[in-house]
């Protein structure tokens, strides 16, 4: 009897261990989504060419951490100078060297700051987005800071999309601590039920900010590139909406393209539950090709191109122990393994991309675009001054 009892302990305390960490890591909100995903995963790869679609989104912020100007200073500089030095002799199937997206934080602007990341864009290695931190916020404050953002970093430096037909500054835009439409669950971190409403305004042809997992601001919608319209918090308007190129867009929608969101069985927290796989960039996070299988998996796609496969990954850049990664040998092994997949594979092909080229790969998908792939960088926004 002892030793029954001693089994049916042991075995209890095996589940408690990942029934804590779900409950922990608000996997409530997301896994019975994922569960329903489980056929799309094993879908097999499409016959014929598949075109990997890769954009790093960096929530960039030089004084991260609250640390001194003169640091966070030194930490843009790094960047300027390392990020072409160490990355600038990979291309992709385009002959691209790697995009990086900037998504600065507006209400830290500093002119010298952005000026610098700048220069690396006029180089070709990347773009510059919108971020922002904001707490307890009202709408009419919310237009007026994004507004003022748009216009310093358009007028002032020359960034900034603009829409090919209409001529409008347009931004991608990542929202700071998670907390997208006012959905923190503690309503901090915001306070604008109506954000989806006021980014769609001022210009905003998409957000970039899920996956937020584990934090309790994601959303109940993963793996997917959608269309959202906003409502008050108790509705979770993000949870819901349009998946792309299924349907007309609705009106005053903001597309959300979101990144990976998996479960990685093959590494396990306390060697029983699996890890979550969210698409993070970061010391204890880099790059690897097995995390790349992965990520294909989630199938962030469109249905009128089944070969587009869609990974929208993000980090915190500036901070150094970030550096030591992206400026560092874990993304140089991950670019030579790129391509040496690609060589080894004649029907893997894979394209750097900013968000704002991710986005123009969205709007050709939904509008059954079948032109040369390259050419779908350009197809809606062009970048200002273009």
Same mark, same amino acid.
């Given at each position: 009897?002892?030793?029954?009892?001693?089994?049916?302990?042991?075995?209890?305390?095996?589940?408690?261990?990942?029934?804590?960490?779900?409950?922990?890591?608000?996997?409530?909100?997301?896994?019975?989504?994922?569960?329903? #995903?489980?056929?799309?995963?094993?879908?097999?790869?499409?016959?014929?060419?598949?075109?990997?679609?890769?954009?790093? @989104?960096? &929530?960039? +912020?030089? &004084?991260?951490? !609250?640390?001194?100007?003169?640091?966070?200073? *030194?930490?843009?500089?790094?960047?300027?100078?390392?990020?072409?030095?160490?990355?600038? %002799?990979?291309?992709?199937?385009?002959?691209?060297?790697?995009?990086?997206?900037?998504?600065?934080?507006? +209400? #830290?602007?500093?002119?010298?700051?952005?000026?610098?990341?700048?220069?690396?864009?006029?180089?070709?290695?990347? *773009?510059?987005?919108? &971020? =922002?931190?904001?707490?307890?916020?009202?709408?009419?404050?919310?237009?007026?800071?994004? =507004?003022?953002?748009?216009?310093?970093?358009?007028?002032? &430096?020359?960034?900034?999309?603009?829409?090919?037909?209409?001529?409008?500054?347009?931004?991608?835009?990542?929202?700071?601590?998670?907390?997208?439409?006012?959905?923190?669950?503690?309503?901090?971190?915001?306070?604008?039920?109506?954000?989806?409403?006021?980014?769609?305004?001022?210009?905003?042809?998409?957000?970039?900010?899920?996956?937020?997992?584990?934090?309790?601001?994601?959303?109940?919608?993963?793996?997917?590139?959608?269309?959202?319209? $906003?409502? /008050?918090?108790?509705?979770?308007?993000?949870?819901?909406?349009?998946?792309? $190129?299924?349907?007309?867009?609705?009106?005053?929608?903001?597309?959300?393209?979101? $990144?990976?969101?998996?479960?990685?069985?093959?590494?396990?927290?306390? !060697?029983?539950?699996?890890?979550?796989?969210?698409?993070?960039?970061?010391?204890?996070?880099? /790059?690897?090709? %097995?995390?790349?299988?992965?990520?294909?998996?989630?199938?962030?796609?469109?249905?009128?191109?089944?070969?587009?496969?869609?990974?929208?990954?993000?980090?915190?850049?500036?901070?150094?122990?970030? #550096?030591?990664?992206?400026?560092?040998?874990?993304?140089?092994?991950?670019?030579?393994?790129l391509a040496?997949?690609?060589? !080894?594979?004649?029907?893997?092909?894979?394209?750097?991309?900013?968000?704002? %080229?991710?986005?123009?790969?969205?709007?050709? @998908? %939904?509008?059954?675009y079948a $032109?040369?792939?390259?050419?779908?960088?350009?197809?809606?926004?062009?970048?200002n001054g273009?």
């Amino acid at each position: 009897m002892i030793w029954l009892i001693s089994i049916l302990v042991f075995f209890l305390a095996a589940l408690a261990v990942p029934y804590a960490m779900y409950r922990r890591r608000f996997m409530d909100r997301w896994l019975r989504e994922y569960l329903r #995903q489980r056929k799309r995963r094993a879908l097999p790869l499409p016959a014929g060419p598949r075109h990997l679609l890769l954009c790093i @989104a960096d &929530h960039f +912020e030089p &004084h991260n951490g !609250g640390v001194a100007d003169a640091r966070a200073s *030194e930490r843009v500089a790094r960047w300027a100078a390392e990020y072409p030095r160490v990355l600038g %002799e990979f291309h992709d199937s385009d002959g691209r060297s790697p995009r990086h997206t900037f998504f600065y934080p507006i +209400e #830290q602007y500093d002119a010298d700051h952005v000026e610098a990341i700048a220069g690396l864009c006029r180089k070709g290695f990347g *773009e510059v987005e919108i &971020h =922002l931190h904001h707490d307890r916020d009202n709408a009419e404050n919310l237009r007026r800071r994004l =507004l003022a953002g748009r216009e310093i970093l358009a007028g002032r &430096h020359g960034l900034l999309a603009r829409h090919r037909t209409t001529g409008r500054i347009m931004y991608g835009f990542v929202h700071g601590d998670w907390a997208l439409c006012n959905s923190r669950p503690d309503g901090r971190c915001c306070g604008v039920n109506n954000e989806l409403e006021i980014l769609n305004q001022t210009g905003c042809y998409a957000d970039f900010t899920m996956p937020s997992a584990p934090d309790p601001a994601q959303t109940r919608k993963i793996n997917s590139i959608y269309y959202a319209v $906003g409502g /008050p918090p108790e509705t979770r308007p993000l949870d819901h909406g349009v998946d792309l $190129g299924t349907a007309p867009a609705p009106g005053g929608g903001i597309m959300l393209i979101q $990144g990976p969101l998996l479960l990685n069985w093959r590494h396990r927290s306390c !060697g029983l539950a699996p890890r979550i796989e969210n698409g993070c960039i970061q010391s204890n996070q880099p /790059p690897t090709m %097995e995390r790349l299988d992965l990520w294909l998996k989630a199938r962030v796609q469109a249905p009128s191109r089944p070969d587009w496969f869609f990974v929208k990954l993000h980090t915190h850049g500036a901070p150094e122990a970030s #550096q030591a990664v992206l400026l560092g040998q874990p993304m140089v092994r991950f670019h030579q393994a790129l391509a040496r997949r690609a060589a !080894g594979d004649p029907s893997f092909h894979y394209h750097y991309l900013t968000a704002r %080229e991710m986005y123009n790969f969205a709007r050709a @998908a %939904e509008a059954c675009y079948a $032109g040369p792939v390259a050419e779908a960088r350009d197809f809606e926004l062009g970048w200002n001054g273009c």
